[in-house]
C-alpha cells in the first residue's frame, strides 16, 4: 500500500481482489459501515478541549472541523471516494455480488454520477456503470456502459424522481431498454433503488431477475437503507473535502465556519440514524430468510435488553446486548431460502452450511466498527454452560455473559415462535424446557432472572 493509495483512503480495499471471490460480504460490509461514536459531536467537553488554545472565535470553529474531520475521514465511513484507476474501483463488483446473494436475485449493477466517478471516463453520462454482478470476458469500464440524460429508461426516471422503482413484469413497460453487455435482454422483472440521502442522489442500485418475481418487503426494505446510507456516506465525504478546501481559506468568516459545521453535524447525525436502521432492516431481513413468522431477531434483542435491565447490566454493555441480539443470526442473510425452507433431511453440505452461520456473521461485524464490541456476544452465543457448545466449547463463566444472555433470549423466543415446519410452543412450556436444562445449556442465573422477566 502506497502513501498515496492510504491518502486516497483506499488502505480497506488491499485485499478485495482475493476477497471477492471467497467472501465478498467482508469487503460489502467493510464499505458501509462507519465508525459512528456519538458522543463525537460537538459536545460541551469537545468543544472545551479543542477550544481551550483557541486564540479567536475562527480558530476555535477550525479546531472543531479539524477534529470533525479526522473522525470521519474516508478510512472510517465510507472509503470509496479518490479512486483513480479501475482496480480501484473493482470494489463495486464486490457489492453487487454481495446484493445478489442477499436479496436472492439474478443480478445486480451499480451506477453512480459523474462527481463519484473520477478515475473513469463516461463521455459525460448521466450515470455509469462502476459495478456488477455479471461477469465481464474483458474490461468492463472500457464499455463506458450507463445512461445519458434524458434517456426515456425506468433507470433514469427512478434516479430523477428520487423514487424507488419496482416491475414485476417488464414486458408491461416501454420505458425499458436492455443492455445487451449485461445480459438485459434475459430480464422479466426489476427493481431500481436510488443512493441517496435527504438533499442529494448520487446513483442507483438496479436489482434484475430472469424470471418474473417480487422482491420480498423486508428485501425491498434493506436494499433502500444501504441506498440512503451509502448516499449519506457518499455525501458525507464530499462535504470533507469541501471542508478541507474551505479551511485553507485565511479570509473565511466565523459564520461561514458555523454554517459549514451545521451541516458537518447534521449529515453525522444523519449517518447514525442510517446505520442503526441498516442493522434493523438488516435483522429483519435474515428473519425473513429464516422463515420465522415473526420478528424473531427484534423479539430476541428486546428480550436479551429486559434482561439485561433486570440483571442491573449498564447503559453501553445493554446496549451491545440488544445489537448482539439484532444480528445472532446474520450470517444466514447469505444462505438460500430453499434451506430453511426444506422440511425433509438436509444433506451434509446443506447441514454444514447452517451450522456454520455464526462464524460468517462474525466475519461480516468485523468489517462494521462502530459494532465491533459485539462480536464476541455473537461469536459465542452457541456456546453451552456445560461446555458442549460451539464454537470453543467454552464453560461456565468462560462464556461472555452478553452471549450468555442472548442464548436464553434466543431459546425463548425460537420456542415461542411458528417456524415453518412447527407450531409455537406456549410459554409454560417453553419455559419449563428451558429450567430443565439449566446449568446444562444455559445459565441458572440468567434462567432464573427470565421467570422474573416473562
Known amino acids: ?20 471471490e471467497d467472501d465478498p460480504l467482508e469487503e460489502f460490509f467493510a464499505l458501509n459501515m462507519g ?8 459536545s460541551e467537553d469537545l468543544a472545551n478541549k479543542i477550544g481551550k488554545n483557541a486564540k479567536n472565535k475562527s480558530e476555535k470553529l477550525k479546531s472543531q472541523l479539524r477534529e470533525l474531520i479526522s473522525i470521519y475521514s474516508l478510512d472510517k465511513t465510507l472509503c470509496v471516494l479518490g479512486f483513480s484507476s479501475q482496480e480501484e474501483y473493482v470494489v463495486y463488483n464486490s457489492i453487487a455480488k454481495t446484493l445478489t446473494q442477499i436479496l436472492d436475485v439474478d443480478a445486480c449493477h451499480i451506477y453512480l454520477t459523474e462527481d463519484f466517478t473520477k478515475g473513469l471516463n463516461f463521455e459525460n453520462k448521466l450515470l455509469g456503470l462502476v459495478g456488477s454482478s455479471i461477469e465481464f470476458d474483458e474490461d468492463m469500464y472500457a464499455k463506458k456502459l450507463g445512461y445519458t440524460k434524458g434517456d426515456k429508461s425506468i433507470v433514469v426516471q427512478a434516479f430523477e424522481e428520487v423514487e424507488k422503482v419496482q416491475i414485476k413484469d417488464i ?21 431500481v433503488v436510488p443512493i441517496h440521502n435527504n438533499a442529494h442522489v448520487v446513483g442507483v442500485i438496479v436489482i434484475e431477475n430472469y424470471k418474473e418475481k417480487t422482491i420480498k418487503r423486508p428485501y425491498m426494505n434493506l436494499l433502500e437503507t444501504i441506498g440512503r446510507l451509502f448516499g449519506t456516506s457518499m455525501h458525507l465525504q464530499k462535504v470533507i473535502e469541501n471542508t478541507e478546501f474551505m479551511l485553507a481559506d485565511e479570509d473565511i468568516t466565523p459564520e461561514e465556519l458555523q454554517h459549514i459545521r451545521a451541516d458537518l453535524t447534521a449529515l453525522i447525525g444523519d449517518l447514525g440514524t442510517q446505520q442503526q436502521a441498516f442493522v434493523e432492516k438488516l435483522a429483519k431481513a435474515v428473519d425473513e430468510k429464516g422463515q420465522y413468522k415473526v420478528a424473531h431477531s427484534q423479539k430476541t434483542a428486546d428480550l ?31 444462505l438460500p431460502e430453499s ?18 452461520h455464526p462464524n460468517v456473521g462474525v466475519n461480516l461485524l468485523m468489517n462494521i466498527n462502530f459494532l465491533s464490541e459485539v462480536i464476541p456476544y455473537i461469536h459465542y452465543h452457541k456456546e453451552r454452560w456445560d461446555g458442549k457448545g460451539e464454537p470453543e ?17 434466543d431459546a425463548y423466543t425460537a420456542m415461542t415462535s411458528d ?27 440468567v434462567v432464573n432472572v427470565l421467570f422474573e422477566v416473562v
Do not use: H
Open 171 to 191: 414486458s408491461e413497460i416501454q420505458n425499458f431498454t436492455p443492455i445487451y453487455e449485461l445480459k438485459e435482454f434475459d430480464v422479466k422483472s426489476l427493481a
Open 35 to 42: 465508525d459512528f461514536i456519538s458522543e463525537y459531536l460537538i
Open 393 to 409: 466449547g467454552l464453560k461456565g463463566n468462560s462464556i461472555p455473559f452478553g452471549s450468555r444472555i442472548i442464548a436464553v433470549a
Open 339 to 356: 434451506l430453511f425452507t426444506n422440511k425433509g433431511k438436509l444433506s451434509k453440505e446443506e447441514w454444514e452450511k447452517l451450522q456454520n
Open 1 to 20: 500500500m502506497t502513501d498515496r493509495e492510504e491518502e486516497l483512503g483506499a488502505s480497506l480495499f488491499g485485499r478485495t481482489l482475493d476477497l471477492m
Open 419 to 445: 417456524r415453518s415446519y412447527r407450531d409455537a410452543m406456549t410459554s409454560e412450556e417453553a419455559l419449563k424446557i428451558i429450567k430443565e436444562e439449566a446449568g446444562v445449556k444455559w445459565d441458572p442465573d
Open 304 to 334: 436479551s435488553k429486559k434482561l439485561c435491565k433486570k440483571l442491573g447490566l449498564n447503559e453501553k454493555t445493554t446496549d451491545l446486548v440488544y445489537y448482539a441480539g439484532l444480528l445472532q443470526n446474520i450470517g444466514k442473510i447469505t
